[in-house]
């Protein structure tokens, strides 16, 4: 298994520019997750989803729009880029029956935008 | 905002044990400590949960105090690969997803291993 797994590694924006950050799973988990990481601070949660066509909104959802159309997939898409979206964007999953709910993550994107 | 209270970083001599301290004093009955970490540029990791007792597995132990306020993350033989940061959360354990179990992640400690 590939496990989470993050395209593109790292991407610089123009303000204004829009751009979608890829995310796709192999363990068949039904919950997946989008983070942005400032520097120096811990994970921020954007948005969630606890299965295909159904999401909803994390704690720093302003700015970002997300869609499940399967369960493997979690794109995480950015329509007027600005300065305060530079960070590093993690996705994760989660199976649905597991006791503890452990969510595995993806290694990153790292976003500028100048 | 995160309900748990860290060191921000703490030094470690290789070979040793780590300790990594972590206060949730307003921690409620049904909520679970969580452990990961994030080693430089990559995703967290999970390390360990838990609820009342102790637990142990591969990577590390957990001792939860008895009113449960506090807690420690012990890495019995601390190599320079756990250098990282190091998370404690407390969230509501849920089967069915929702906000409330989601992680919140605060800044951590940050754990420097020496050799």
């Known amino acids: 298994n590939a496990g989470v797994t993050q395209t593109p590694k790292f991407r610089i924006l123009k303000i204004g520019q829009s751009m979608t950050l890829q995310c796709t799973q192999d363990?068949?988990?039904?919950?997946m997750y989008w983070y942005r990481q400032d520097p120096g601070m811990g994970l921020k949660l954007i948005y969630y989803?606890?299965?295909?066509?159904?999401?909803d909104k994390g704690e720093v959802p302003n700015g970002y729009n997300v869609s499940r159309s399967t369960t493997e997939d979690f794109p995480l898409r950015l329509e007027l880029a600005a300065p305060s979206q530079t960070s590093v964007y993690f996705c994760?999953?989660?199976?649905?029956?597991?006791?503890?709910?452990?969510?595995?993550f993806g290694p990153g994107t790292r976003l500028t935008v100048l | 905002d995160a309900k748990t209270t860290q060191p921000p970083s703490m030094d470690c001599a290789e070979g040793r044990a780590a300790n990594l301290p972590c206060n949730h004093s307003t921690i409620s009955g049904n909520e679970y400590v969580y452990w990961y970490r994030q080693i430089h540029s990559q995703g967290p990791q999970y390390i360990i949960h838990g609820l009342k007792n102790n637990e142990t597995n591969e990577m590390a132990s957990l001792i939860i105090t008895e009113d449960r306020k506090s807690s420690t993350l012990i890495l019995p033989h601390a190599t320079l690969r756990d250098t990282a940061v190091y998370y404690c959360?407390?969230?509501?354990?849920?089967?069915?997803?929702?906000?409330?179990?989601?992680?919140?992640f605060g800044k951590g400690t940050k754990l420097s291993v020496k050799p």
């Open positions: 994760a999953s989660s199976r649905r029956t597991s006791s503890y709910n452990e969510q595995f």
């Open positions: 959360i407390v969230r509501v354990l849920s089967n069915y997803g929702g906000s409330q179990g989601n992680l919140i």
């Open positions: 363990m068949n988990h039904n919950y």
């Open positions: 989803s606890v299965g295909a066509g159904i999401t």
